[in-house]
């Protein structure tokens, strides 16, 4: 950079560093404070409330609550579901964004549309729509009873539902990352001779990769999370039907406390390891930057 | 003939990117496409490399009919404005993609590909930056990286997008005259496209200039600076001022300035001059006006004079320092001017 002396009342060169002046402490820290207290009373307190409740009566009543049978079925299902799920909505997560991203073509605002649709309507909704399709009265219902093919109230109903709700949760982290990155990439690759997978696999993926792992992990938290549409389908038949969230309510309203805190821990573990890792992935994203080093040519 | 294109259109929706386009361009030549932006030049680029679809015309790549080829199988190298490096990856592994990527049975052995990516980082002078990444590079070294990734698959034919547009202007010009030299060295074909005039007349054998889906004109720099073929090439390449003028009888008036004969049918018309055609004199006969500004810039001196009998901006003259210092001429002072050098064009063929 050349010397410039700014002239008086002249702006300060950019980069310049400026004299601090005092902050308004009294601003500042009631804001911190407010923040402070907010998250302590609404995520923080039921947070530790959940984990003292589940081991209010010792540990050993903790681990029966877990290895309970039933508790057992649905931690297993549970997993089931966002087994199948979590992949689904990740190949069309990808898909989706892929094509929003790259690709020019009529009725594309309408898709971005459409992928937010799950987060528009009410969980609950979603199921009743599940149920009006699939039910014993529902359009294919009578089909499906003919072929003896259960979906209501069965395993399959409760992982439609789930790919349902979660379905935007992949597309949406991907979106705006691959649209800033652009196709200028995955063209030259393509000019380089490569076939349309290996400029996907070695191009694309690996500039994803971080905003995929993170809606990846999002996808995985809310399919083991969801309640309200799963609720709808799955007919809540113990050790067959009944996931983690489900049975969680039932000991609840069965007054076993202790055991539906028990089961509930689990699930706010998920959180806290889905935070962790999102910060872990945070760290990760941003590339090595380093000053560039002087070469002969410019 | 190493790239050819016959009656080449492109719309995108309404818009007419390339209205019916032919374009030869000869082994070995440095071509420069210019244009201003959304004259359809990036869009043609892109249809000889494959990257885009014509809606009609043909286009020859060697001499063989690539109309119809993927990109993939074209074998051009496609070097992007804002260099397009795979950020994730070394700058070796860059440069080596085009080879990796071969289906194994063409593939060069790994020590095969090292040994080229050496030869290449040589040739780009980045044989320090192997192993860093793209961000740790400057804008000139990535557009080298760039250069070097395109030219591992030894194209025959390089495609050039605004390749220098992203960089300072001495940068610029050190890696248009180091681009200049690889490609006398190498001999391949290339074909690149921009909206800077100094770097097409500067580096390019032949330069095409475009203007809303077409051909305006094609030449040598020397032609299109010297004898622009429409109003637009000469109000486009260089700089100019634009004076009205009348044809009636095969007389020529351009303001007071005397009549000069020039045959053709009665019009009003429009005259194009550049700043240093422009003679400046403290003594009739010619133009009156009065000097409003004067600027020097490095070796040359800008005077704007304001015309008598005219509202319009001032017209600008250039002159070396010396004569300047000869002349000088100070704000405010009448002068008369004349044209020693002009273009005569319809006045509605306005930029």
Known sequence: MSIVRDGPGSAPAPGAVRPRRPVRGLARSLLITAALIYLVLFLILPFVIVFGQALAHGLATYWAALVDPMAVAAIRLTLTVALVAV???????????WAVAKYEFRGKSALVTLIDLPFAVSPVISGLIYVLLFGAHGWFGPWLAAHDIKVMFAVP???LATVFVTFPLVARELIPLMQSQGRDEEETALSLGATGWQTFVRVTLPNIRFGLLYGVLLCNARAMGEFGAVSVVSGHIRGLTNTMPLHIEILYNEYNATAAFAVASLLALLALVTLVARAALERQAPELRRKPLPGPLP | MSIAVHGIKK???EFVALADIDLDVATGQLVAILGPSGCGKTTLLRIIAGLETPDAGRVFLQGREATDLPVQKRRVGFVFQNYALFRHMTVFDNIAFGLTVRPRRER?????????????LSLVQLEWAAERRPLQLSGGQRQRVALARALALEPQVLLLDEPFG????QVRQELRRWLRRLHDALHFTSLFVTHDQQEALEVAD????????RIEQRGSPEEIYDRPGSGFVHRFVGSSNELPAERRGGELTIGPLPPTSSPGPDARLAVVVRPQDVAIGRTGP????????VRVVGPLVHVDVALEGGNRDPVVAEFERERFRRESVAVGDPVFINLVRYGLYAPDEAA
């Open chain 1, 87 to 97: 992949p689904l909505n990740l190949v069309f997560g990808v898909a989706a964004a």
């Open chain 1, 157 to 159: 109903g409760i992982v």
């Open chain 2, 11 to 13: 719309r995108f929706g």
């Open chain 2, 108 to 120: 060069p052995p790994a020590a095969a590909i090292r040994a080229k990516v050496e030869e290449l």
């Open chain 2, 166 to 169: 992203a960089l300072d202007t």
């Open chain 2, 206 to 213: 032949a330069v095409v200039v475009m203007h809303r889906g």
């Open chain 2, 286 to 293: 010619g133009w009156p006006g009065r000097v409003v500004a």
